[in-house]
T-cell receptor, first 116, second 114 residues
Framework: AQKVTQAQTEISVVEKEDVTLDCVYE???????LFWYKQPPSGELVFLIR??????QNEISGRYSWNFQKSTSSFNFTITASQVVDSAVYFC?????????????FGTGTRLTVIP | GAGVSQSPRYKVAKRGQDVALRCDPI?????LFWYQQALGQGPEFLTY????????KSGLPSDRFFAERPEGSVSTLKIQRTQQEDSAVYLC????????????FGPGTRLTVL
């Protein structure tokens, strides 16, 4: 069965520090998609990135970077030079054909607090 | 509109009341999803529409939950005879075409059942 584990429940960092949020997933499928969403205090889930299982290239977008390692079933997210506006709950999610690819299966989230 | 909108943003219901939650997807988006998010948890899938067809309702927790999208655009999630355990944030998401496209979420409706 599919599963997404975000072992870090809460993380606090001081502004300008780098921080990595971990995500480990399980799926029976060879074709799947991985996502990261940000949920600020306003509650809306903000899409950050989508990767498919055949593309293991790491990606960088500004201060954000993602490390996809199929060998360890991990899709970790790093924020460099963190800012107070980065404070939010971050969710990793999985969509695969085994579940019908109709829905996202979310982890329990990591609450990031950036202290000024 | 530019994004997914949901109304109301907050709803307080007495136990036993029926409630209706509305979702306006991004214009032109074919797929629409409903999720339930309990406090401190990740969202959990409830149901999925492709246009007006409800293709998956496997996540609906009981027959008190009903969703519809009659014209393939706006969707309504109805909960009958609400119970305290229904208290949660209900999130709606839409995607452009098939289900594996990126889902874009609305702000959610926070339902509190007293």
């Amino acid at each position: 069965a599919q599963k997404v584990t975000q072992a870090q429940t809460e993380i606090s960092v001081v502004e300008k520090e780098d921080v990595t949020l971990d995500c480990v997933y399980e799926t029976r499928d060879t074709t799947y998609y991985l996502f990261w969403y940000k949920q600020p205090p306003s509650g809306e889930l903000v899409f950050l990135i989508r990767r498919n299982s055949f593309d293991e290239q790491n990606e960088i977008s500004g201060r954000y970077s993602w490390n996809f390692q199929k060998s360890t079933s991990s899709f970790n997210f790093t924020i460099t030079a963190s800012q107070v506006v980065d404070s939010a709950v971050y969710f990793c999610a999985l969509s695969d054909l085994f579940t019908g690819a109709n829905n996202l299966f979310f982890g329990t989230g990591t609450r990031l607090t950036v202290i000024p | 509109g530019a994004g997914v909108s949901q109304s109301p943003r907050y709803k307080v219901a007495k136990r036993g009341q029926d409630v209706a939650l509305r979702c306006d997807p991004i214009s032109g988006h074919v797929s629409l999803f409903w999720y339930q998010q309990a406090l401190g948890q990740g969202p959990e899938f409830l149901t999925y529409f492709q246009n007006e067809a409800q293709l998956d309702k496997s996540g609906l927790p009981s027959d008190r939950f009903f969703a519809e999208r009659p014209e393939g655009s706006v969707s309504t999630l109805k909960i009958q005879r609400t119970q305290q355990e229904d208290s949660a944030v209900y999130l709606c998401a839409s995607s452009l075409s098939v289900s594996t496209d990126t889902q874009y979420f609305g702000p959610g409706t926070r339902l509190t059942v007293l």
